[in-house]
């Protein structure tokens, strides 16, 4: 397929640039992927739409404060984004200059900091920290928070804790896993009490998630690698709720990712390591049910998973009844509930 054939329109003032003071009050479009039937609900509502049995799975990563900015020893201002880690005090990132900063140069950070580029992988720089301290420590003390490029605010303190899950253990990403920013500790102990299950995968998202598709045919698009998790628990948990004729529910893209990844072989399997999974129309479909998400740039790769689940004339028709209603888009905005477009082809 081409990218052109997941294009919308969206008018710039539906792109939400702050959270809404409560989590759980935005608003839930509901897309049934046989039909393309359409229901429009507030998020907290999601109990009526689970059962007793079903099962939750969240991406428990943690994003970094990951933007930070200094300047080269000659002056030039620079601002780096975090990719990834690479140990305590080696990284791999973007670097935005005036010009690019060769191999030797170093870099002056807030604080006094320092930090040396060491070579180039790509469009991304690798970059050492000088010192004994730990690269993460340093982070939190200068580090902004990494909101995505279309939020054209600086970030504030708000951030630090709403572009953050409530359940966010594990520290690694330079982006949210955003459909879990609607869940708070009320909602998820009131679907507990219902019978709700729930299960934790990690996957670290990178700034690639942002990046653009830049082939026409998506079949020549190769997808960013990012590291993810899914553990023996989850397994279990997933064994249990087939027993018992649960639906497996992925939070987010990011979990189904991980989950369609660790089943890639045709049965679910621990896994740990990279994963450059691309789902796109004609993915078989092993693990997920049903998927809770936002909504996701227009010609993207987000979007294009949905609509490899839900299908794409549905998905695309809920997209135009999302902007017809002003739903909120993209990190900060509203949510989706979706079934897939052939129920049980994951069973």
Do not use: W
């Not at 099962?55 to 002056?75: H, I, Q, S, W, Y």
């Not at 939190?140 to 605010?153: C, D, F, V």
């Not at 936002?294 to 809920?318: I, K, M, Q, W």
């Amino acid at each position: 397929m081409l990218k052109s054939e997941f294009h919308y329109e969206l008018p710039t003032a539906l792109i939400a640039q702050s959270p809404l003071p409560d989590r759980s009050a935005s608003r839930l479009l509901c897309l049934e992927g046989a039909t393309g039937a359409l229901k429009d609900k507030i998020f907290r509502d999601i109990e009526t739409l689970l059962r007793p049995g079903d099962l939750l799975v969240f991406n428990d990563t943690r994003v970094l404060p990951a933007r930070f900015f200094g300047r080269k020893e000659t002056g030039g201002a620079v601002e780096i984004l975090l990719e990834r880690l690479l140990g305590e005090r080696l990284l791999l990132a973007h670097v935005r200059a005036s010009k690019a900063p060769k191999p030797g140069t170093r870099l002056v950070l807030e604080a006094g900091h320092r930090v040396g580029v060491v070579g180039r992988e790509g469009d991304l720089f690798l970059l050492e920290l000088a010192g004994e301290e730990p690269l993460q420590t340093v982070l939190e003390r200068i580090g902004h928070m990494p909101l995505p490029p279309y939020i054209t605010r600086p970030d504030t303190s708000v951030d630090l804790e709403r572009y953050q899950t409530v359940y966010a253990t594990r520290p690694g990403a330079v982006a949210a896993p955003t459909a879990g920013l609607h869940f708070d500790t009320v909602l998820l102990e009131r679907l507990r009490g219902v019978g709700v299950d729930m299960a934790r995968v990690t996957l670290h998202v990178g700034a690639g998630t942002f990046q653009p598709v830049r082939t026409e045919n998506l079949e020549d698009h190769r997808m960013h690698a990012e590291y993810c998790e899914v553990g023996p628990d989850v397994i279990e948990a997933v064994e249990r709720t087939r027993s018992r004729g649960g639906r497996v529910i992925a939070v987010g893209t990011t979990s189904m990712r991980s989950l369609e990844t660790a089943a890639s072989g045709g049965r679910l399997q621990s896994f740990a390591g990279e994963t450059r999974l691309f789902i796109k129309p004609g993915f078989r479909f092993n693990c997920v049910d049903a998927l809770i998400t936002n909504f996701h740039l227009p010609e993207s790769t987000l979007l294009v998973l949905v609509c490899a689940f839900a299908g794409h004339r549905e998905t695309l028709a809920a997209y135009r009844h999302a902007v017809a209603q002003a739903y909120r888009f993209f990190s900060y905005g509203d949510a989706m509930f979706v079934t897939p477009k052939e129920p049980g082809a994951s069973r």
